[in-house]
């Protein structure tokens, strides 16, 4: 086998750039199912970080002894609350925008290029303008007209 056959066959299969079989970083194409279960498992480690820590900071860093302590109403009863609360609709969010790109199969889909903040917009609008006052559980007018201009 002559040297220059060595080195063609040696760079052909290279990790380096596009490579024939696929895209970047690797020949087939395809993510390995390692690398994705490790990047899973770092974000989850992260956001139960984030979920755990975000409520001993504010206006008012709390340390540990105080979520037991006086201040254990303001804690366990405000701020607890809230970072959960954040923590969902942040996550719902997150998943609107993956389904809204997976159903379209576009990376740039949005709610804004789609139509659907418009949409929920001028359902807000009418139901501020009309006055309609109502509410089913508890959810009020304006939020069920918003759902239904989206």
């Not at 220059?4 to 380096?16: I, N, P, V, Y």
């Not at 790109?101 to 139901?127: E, K, Y």
């Amino acid at each position: 086998m002559n040297e220059d056959a060595l080195e063609t066959s040696s760079t052909a299969g290279s990790s380096w750039g596009l490579t024939p079989n696929g895209a970047a970083g690797h020949p087939t194409g395809k993510v390995r199912p390692v690398k994705r279960s490790v990047s899973m498992v770092v974000f989850f480690t992260l956001a139960a970080g984030s979920l755990l820590l975000a409520p001993y900071f504010g206006m008012r860093n709390f340390s540990p002894e105080f979520a037991l302590g006086e201040a254990a109403d303001i804690f366990w009863q405000i701020r607890v609350p809230r970072v959960v609360l954040a923590f969902v609709a942040g996550s719902a969010l997150a998943l609107g925008g993956m389904i809204f790109q997976a159903l379209f199969r576009n990376d740039l889909a949005t709610p804004f290029t789609l139509g659907v903040s418009s949409g929920a917009a001028l359902g807000a609008s009418l139901a501020l303008r009309l006055g309609l006052t109502f509410s089913i559980g508890w959810l009020s007018g304006t939020t069920l007209c918003a759902f239904a201009g989206a």
